[in-house]
């Protein structure tokens, strides 16, 4: 396990492959930018395999949120890492949905666990393969 966050930022882990990052709720424009090169720096440096956006400390959301949320995952995807957003809470859906945010390109998981489930298994798959 690897830890790879300074106390100002999102906590960022890596455990066996899979980047876990869990957001904040208060994440200004400056602390975002910080966030994700912080991501896709620790997702090249472990060649990490899948990537773990944990929400659950974020009572409510905007579009900035969304659009922050959809980019990560996107960064990931273009470093060859699956992502899977944990702890969405049934509030928080509901305003990503108003909003028109439906994040569709993001998977979800109900929690960090079952995300490292699914990553092991497509992992697996393809080494056998």
Do not use: W, Y
Not at 37 to 58: C, F, M, P, T, Y
Not at 82 to 106: D, F, H, K, Q
């Amino acid at each position: 396990m690897s830890f790879s966050a300074d106390l100002g930022s999102s906590p960022i882990v890596t455990i066996t492959g899979c980047v876990i990052v869990a957001i904040r709720d208060d994440l200004d424009d400056s602390a975002v930018m910080t966030l994700q090169n912080q991501l896709v720096d620790e997702i090249a440096r472990k060649n990490a395999h899948g990537v773990i956006i944990d929400i659950s400390a974020l009572e409510i959301v905007d579009t900035f949120t969304g659009r922050m949320l959809a980019a990560m995952a996107e960064m990931s995807k273009v470093l060859n890492a699956r992502t899977i957003l944990v702890g969405m809470r049934p509030a928080v859906a509901m305003t990503l949905v108003e909003l028109g945010m439906t994040l569709s390109e993001i998977e979800t998981a109900l929690n960090a666990d079952k995300a490292m489930m699914m990553i092991s298994a497509e992992r697996d798959r393809a080494r056998r393969e």
